[in-house]
């Protein structure tokens, strides 16, 4: 298994991932294609966000988007995870492990202050990688 930058070619791969992630919004296609997936990779080609895939026997088997933030608290940046998602079929093969730890290095490797993870659904499987409880996360829809 490795893990790499996304690219543009892996849309249709990472969609899949994602429908089976969203729990909170239903995802749209053509949302996916027009907005929200190119937005995300122009700012993982700027340094603003890191956006890796997961792949085996060259099939796409999980992806981690994580936002870099400026922060004033901080100090200096702070990098939210904000989606991470295994295939189902083959979780709990170290896949979700391998992509936390890419992204632990290019925190190290950008001189992010921090890591966080909002989570209420795998907080154990964050504690096995050496993140800790520090604040609740609330939330006001738009909508
Ligand atoms: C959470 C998730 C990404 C983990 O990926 P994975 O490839 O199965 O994880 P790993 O195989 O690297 O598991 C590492 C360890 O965490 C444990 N673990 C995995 N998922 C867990 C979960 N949801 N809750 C608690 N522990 C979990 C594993 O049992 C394993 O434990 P071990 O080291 O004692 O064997 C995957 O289960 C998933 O996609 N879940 C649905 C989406 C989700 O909840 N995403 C996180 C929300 S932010």
Do not use: C, N
């Not at 930058?5 to 089976?20: H, K, S």
């Not at 995300?40 to 999980?62: K, N, W």
């Not at 936002?67 to 189902?88: C, S, Y």
Request: a positive charge.
């Amino acid at each position: 298994m490795t893990v790499r930058d996304t690219t543009p070619a892996d849309a249709t791969a990472v969609y899949r991932l994602l429908t089976g992630f969203a729990t909170s919004h239903r995802p749209d296609r053509t949302v996916f294609d027009d907005v929200t997936f190119p937005r995300i990779i122009e700012a993982a080609a700027a340094g603003r966000a890191e956006f890796l895939l997961a792949e085996h026997d060259s099939r796409v088997i999980g992806y981690l988007l994580a936002l870099r933030l400026p922060t004033l608290f901080a100090g200096g940046t702070v990098l939210e995870l904000l989606e991470l998602t295994v295939d189902a079929a083959v979780r709990g093969r170290g896949t979700g492990s391998a992509l936390i730890r890419a992204a632990q290095s290019r925190a190290r490797a950008a001189k992010d202050i921090e890591v966080t993870v909002p989570t209420r659904r795998a907080a154990d499987f964050y504690r096995g990688l050496g993140f800790h409880e520090t604040a609740a996360y609330l939330k006001w829809s738009t909508t």
